[in-house]
Structures are given as C-alpha cells and as structure tokens.
C-alpha cells in the first residue's frame, strides 16, 4: 500500500510538472500572439481581426487540448505522456500560421515566437529536435512558397529569414544544452567535492583521530544495528569485547607521550590485521577498546582475541629496551537476544574486570567461570 501511495504521489508530481511546462509553452505563444496583434493594429498583417481572434482561439484549443490530455490522464497511455513534440509542433505551427499573413516587420514577428519555443525546445530528444527542425523549415519553406513569387525580391527576403529561422531552431537548442552540460558539469563537480568533504566530516565525527578507530558514538550506533539484526535472526550471533592495555600508565612514564601514542595505535592496527572490516574497534577511553565482532560467536571471539593478544606480545614498544613488551586484559561476552545494549556492554566491562582484578595480561569470557592466560612463558 505504501509502494503504491509513493506511486500515485511521483505521478501527479509528474503530472503537474507537465501542466507547468504545457502552461509555460502556452504563455510565450501569447505574448507571440499579442505582438502580433500590435503588427495588426497599425495595418502590417493581411488579416482581418476576427480572423486573427479565430487564430487565437484556434491556438488556444489546441494547448487545451494538451491540458485536457493531462488532466484526464490520457497522457499517461501514450509513448511519450509528456508530449513535447505534439506540443512544440503545434506551437511552432502557430508561429508560422500567424507570421504567414505578415506583410512586413515579419521577423519581429517570427522571432517572437521562436524566443520561447527554442527554450522550450530543449526538452526534446536529439532525434525528436532533428525531426522538429526538420517539420519547422519545410513548412515555413511551403508557406512562403505559397505567399510569393520564387522570382520576386519578397520571397529572397523570405528565404533570409527561413535561414535565420532554421539557425536559431537548430542551433539554439545546441548551445543551450552546451551551456548547461557546462554547467551540469560543474555542478558535478561541486557535488564530488561537497561529498568528500561531507564525508571526512563524517570520519572526524565517528573515528578517533589518534588511532584511526571507530569512537563511542559509532560504537552505540553499530551495536544498536547489530542488536536489530540478532532480534530479527535467531541464527545471528555478535560478540563484545572490552580491551584494557596492561599497566599503560608506565609505558607514557618511561618512554613518553609519544611513545605511548604509537603502542595506542599499533594495537588498533593490530586489531584491524586480525578482524575483519564488517567488524568494529572502537576507542572508548585513554587505553580502553572495545571490539565489536558482527556474526560471531563468544568461541570464535576467543580465538581472535588469543591472535590479537599474541601479535600484541610481538609488537616493539621502544628501540630504547627492546625486549620491553605490553599486554592487555580482555573481557568477551556474546549479546543475548532481546537484552538491552547496556546489559551486554555491562556484562563485557565485568568481565574485564575480572581479568584485570586475578592478574591481568587475560581473556576472561563473561559467565564461563574460567579465564584463558594468553602470556604464559
């Protein structure tokens, strides 16, 4: 029902949105019509004013009728249910139906009405604009054939005009839409840039800066998405691990600030080389993890958190005491479908506590009554 709804809303969007264009196309054959009208009024259109009313009227029948098609939605059975051709011949064919009985300031009068039409023109495909060019020159050619002598000086002056008339038919639709992939591409561009920018503003907002790890607001987000997911599935499994880096203070006391930033980042990119991208490290405090593993049971999280701690024991703090070595104490629980996300993280941050409570340097599962030394030796 919803699919539905969003249907019927984009098609009378569709539908007022080609009212909007027929209207447009409508009002610049007006004002076409009234320039005509002053040539008539001061004796330059061989026409009488009710013939020229007959026109109008005539013109006028014509957009009703396209507006009538929209409006009844008989539009919406049709190839093209915007109608542009339909409507640009018919306009084009008031302009050269008026401008047929102008005995002079003709071009006035057919560039008035060329003016919206070439705009309005720009709608139209690039085999439907060659076809409507096509239609536009002959038919101008047969009616200034028909109102003059090929011999005499006016239908010379004609033939000018049917040249200025096919240049700005062909032509102007052509550089308008030069102008506009100029534009467009620029916009494009505009856009690329916009992206990126909005998209590093997003990795400030989620990430923290010194080790490239996710940050707590990430963290809340990822865990409530995965929560959904385990609710939703009762064959879905994620693990929490809570990471604490043993005695860090000592490392910043004894090789410094800097020094201590690296170990911070070298085990979040140890973290990384172990995990997989679907999962999550997030930073959440001075030296404090936590690890978010998607589709993973409380075992299989064991076994990753041995390899993280392993590689960890590898990993060289300083050149200054080579042998020196960090480790870290973890605590793992695996989400129990329908608790809150708060439980969870709770249970995870005991069993850390626990493994930092009996010794640290362990991997403490939450509940199973046993821990695991991964430093033995």
Not at 17 to 42: D, E, K, N, P, Q
Not at 76 to 87: E, I, S
Not at 199 to 222: C, K, M, S, W, Y
Request: proline share 2%.
């Amino acid at each position: 029902m919803q699919i539905y709804g969003h249907t019927k809303l984009d098609t009378l969007s569709q539908q007022r949105s080609r009212i909007y264009r027929i209207s447009t196309l409508g009002a610049g054959i007006f004002v076409h019509l009234m320039v005509c009208w002053s040539v008539l009024s001061i004796g330059y259109m061989d026409i009488q004013p009710i013939q020229f009313v007959g026109i109008c009227a005539l013109a006028a029948a014509g957009f009703a009728i396209f507006w009538l098609a929209i409006l009844l939605e008989w539009n919406l059975g049709l190839q093209d249910p915007d109608m542009n051709l339909a409507q640009m011949i018919w306009a084009v064919s008031v302009v050269i139906m008026t401008s047929y009985f102008v005995s002079e300031l003709k071009p006035v009068v057919v560039l008035s009405g060329l003016a919206m039409i070439v705009m309005c023109a720009n709608r139209l495909s690039r085999k439907e604009l060659v076809f409507f060019a096509i239609y536009s020159i002959a038919t101008y050619f047969f009616a200034a054939t028909y109102s003059t002598q090929i011999d005499s000086l006016d239908f010379m002056s004609e033939l000018v005009i049917l040249v200025a008339f096919g240049l700005v038919l062909v032509f102007g639709p052509m550089l308008y839409r030069l102008e506009m992939g100029l534009i467009e591409g620029l916009l494009l561009d505009k856009n690329a840039e916009l992206s990126a920018a909005l998209n590093q503003i997003r990795e400030l907002v989620i990430t923290d800066e010194l080790t490239g790890a996710f940050n707590r607001r990430h963290l809340l987000d990822t865990l409530t998405q995965q929560k959904a997911m385990a609710d939703r599935n009762p064959e879905y499994h994620f693990t929490l691990c809570y990471v604490d880096l043993d005695f860090f203070k000592r490392v910043n006391d004894k090789f410094g600030h800097s020094t201590g930033d690296q170990v911070l980042k070298g085990f979040s990119d140890i973290s990384k080389s172990v995990l997989r991208e679907v999962d999550c490290i997030a930073r959440i405090g001075g030296e404090e993890f936590v690890l978010l593993l998607g589709g993973t049971t409380q075992r299989d999280a064991l076994v990753a958190s041995q390899r993280i701690c392993a590689k960890l024991l590898d990993m060289q703090v300083s050149s200054i005491e080579p042998h020196f070595r960090i480790t870290a104490s973890m605590g793992i629980t695996e989400y129990r479908r329908s608790e809150e996300v708060a439980q969870t993280m709770d249970r995870a941050d005991k069993a850390l506590y626990d493994a930092k409570r009996t010794g640290r340097s362990k991997v403490v599962v939450a509940d199973s009554g046993r821990s695991l030394i991964v430093n033995a030796g």
